[in-house]
């Protein structure tokens, strides 16, 4: 199982907007509505913020929000905030209850 | 408040083995699927290993079959990872995760994490 091709980082100031894209292959990304998102902090826990491509836990700002395309899913960061400064990783199903991660992001906010 | 609290991790050489343990509170353990994601030093998170809540059904990532296994005691409340034939790839932040737990949805997720421990292979 290859990791998930994200960017190593994007940038954008506080209010604008960023998106993160993840692309995989029709055996995981494309074949599945099962792509999950994660922020975590240095030397922190990673944290649930997308689930099921689009799905927002109770407890997330509104201002993530999550998509896909084919093979590629995609994270967007709306209102950037300071706090939203982090690394982000997508995930997804892979079949047979294997999973796949994204190489990473790292979120500077400007 | 869930809580998952891994320990067991440390220095061992190539070739060693290390057992991890996870205590789970605050949830109904019994009831959820249990994974292990590892984190390189500076690299990101490759999922490792799951098991159903009745441990009927278990899978593991390629890098690590073969040599490592994962099991659980619901009455202890525990998710444990036996790592044998340990390399120098396998040095990472181990964490613990719940799958699919609390949100509705397909559970294919990983929430809450563990705080995770420290697995060091090294001569």
């Known amino acids: 199982q290859s990791a998930l091709t994200q960017p190593r980082s994007v940038s954008g100031s506080p209010g604008q907007s960023v998106t993160i894209s993840c692309t995989g292959t029709?055996?995981?990304?494309?074949?599945?509505?099962?792509v999950s998102w994660y922020q975590q902090h240095p030397g922190k826990a990673p944290k649930l913020m997308i689930y099921?491509?689009?799905k927002r836990p109770s407890g997330v700002p509104d201002r993530f929000s999550g998509s896909k395309s084919g093979n590629t899913a995609s994270l967007t960061i709306s209102g950037l905030q300071a706090e939203d400064e982090a690394d982000y990783y997508c995930?997804?199903?892979?079949?047979?209850?294997?999973?796949?991660f994204g190489t990473g992001t790292k979120v500077t906010v400007l | 408040e869930v809580q998952l609290v891994e320990s067991g991790g440390g220095l061992v050489k190539p070739g060693g083995s290390l057992r991890l343990s996870c205590a789970a509170s605050?949830?109904?353990?019994?009831?959820?699927?249990m994974n292990w994601v590892r984190q390189a030093p500076g690299k990101g998170l490759e999922w490792v290993s799951f098991?159903?809540?009745?441990?009927?059904?278990?899978y593991y990532a390629d890098s690590v079959k073969g040599r490592f296994t994962i099991s659980r005691d619901n009455a202890k409340n525990s998710l444990y990872l036996q790592m044998n034939s340990l390399r120098a790839e396998d040095t990472a932040v181990y964490y613990c995760?719940?799958?699919?737990?609390?949100?509705?949805?397909?559970?294919?997720?990983?929430?809450?994490w563990g705080q995770g421990t420290l697995v060091t292979v090294s001569s």
């Open positions: 995760a719940v799958h699919g737990y609390r949100e509705s949805g397909s559970s294919n997720w990983f929430d809450p």
């Open positions: 605050g949830f109904t353990f019994s009831s959820y699927s």
């Open positions: 098991i159903i809540s009745s441990s009927t059904y278990i």
């Open positions: 029709s055996s995981d990304v494309g074949g599945y509505n099962y």
């Open positions: 099921d491509v689009i």
């Open positions: 995930c997804s199903y892979a079949g047979s209850y294997t999973y796949v």
